[in-house]
């Protein structure tokens, strides 16, 4: 339930599509950018690995990193045609599968030289593997631990702990909704880009309501690519400047923002 006391009016920005106030514009977004900026501190030229590199959070990190000035940008996703995709369309330089092997292989040949930063959505194995892979100074942005939520009696990551010592390694977990007044910056950051088309939205949409503990259960078994939302079908239809035409059901889709 919102309480009066949640909602808060949204800006209108022109060419900027409703759907992005709630993918790299809202929550999603600010969990990306806070965790590049706040927790990581990231610096131009570092080099990251983001897991879940093909949800929202990934999506919006991958892009804004980018933006950031990244140096070598590594992911890993679900399916080799996500990791297709997140190299072509977001700017990623190497993504992995993460069911092709153990992680710390698969980390070990896309980022050769190791990692500055890595921002983990996923814990377990993928997080190990970051340990050993980061360099001197290295930090982990936690954001979240997907792969132990349907699994919570899974045995915990192991890692070498002397690593946190011996390469000052620095890990940092938070939430988001502690970080609301970053969302000025956020908007002032990414609304030139969105609107020069720099930026494209990454989202998966589920028409109807009705489907809303489909798209939430899809959302965690990897059927999404970037924000999963839920359109409702019995509103509006956005104009043909936002959206080329109706899309199926369940539609995955990277769009630019419309320019003014
Ligand atoms: N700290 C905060 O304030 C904050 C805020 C927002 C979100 N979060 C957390 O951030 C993470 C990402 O959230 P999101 O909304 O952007 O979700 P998302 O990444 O859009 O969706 C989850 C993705 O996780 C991947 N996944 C599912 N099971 C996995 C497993 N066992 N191992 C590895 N990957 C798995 C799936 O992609 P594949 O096909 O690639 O497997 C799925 O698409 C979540 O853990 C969420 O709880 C935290």
Not at 94 to 117: E, K, M, Q, S, T
């Amino acid at each position: 339930m919102v309480t009066p006391e949640d909602v808060r009016p949204l800006p209108r920005f022109d060419g900027v599509p409703l759907t992005a106030y709630l993918s790299v514009l809202g929550g999603t977004g600010l969990t990306a950018y806070v965790g590049l900026t706040r927790i990581a501190r990231f610096l131009e030229g570092e080099d990251l690995f983001v897991s879940a590199a093909a949800g929202g959070v990934g999506t919006a990190t991958g892009r804004l990193a980018r933006l950031l000035g990244a140096g070598r940008l590594v992911g890993s996703a679900g399916s080799a045609a996500k990791a297709d995709r997140l190299i072509r369309e977001v700017g990623y330089d190497a993504v992995f599968d993460y069911h092709d092997g153990p992680a710390a292989d698969l980390l070990g040949r896309a980022a050769p030289g190791g990692i500055d930063v890595f921002v983990d959505n996923v814990g377990g194995e993928q997080l190990a593997a970051a340990v050993g892979a980061l360099r001197e100074f290295g930090r982990i942005v936690r954001i979240g631990t997907i792969s132990q939520y349907n699994t919570p009696d899974a045995p915990p990551p192991r890692f070498d702990h002397a690593d946190f010592v011996e390469k000052s390694i620095r890990m940092e977990g938070f939430l988001v909704s502690n970080y609301r007044d970053v969302q000025e910056e956020l908007y002032e950051f990414a609304v030139p880009h969105l609107q020069s088309g720099r930026i494209a939205l990454d989202e998966t949409v589920v028409d109807g309501f009705e489907h809303i503990v489909d798209a939430f259960l899809g959302m965690l078994r990897g059927r999404n690519t970037g924000k999963t939302i839920v359109r409702d079908r019995t509103a509006t239809r956005p104009s043909a400047r936002t959206t080329a035409a109706t899309p199926p059901r369940t539609a995955a889709h990277t769009r630019a923002a419309t320019p003014a």
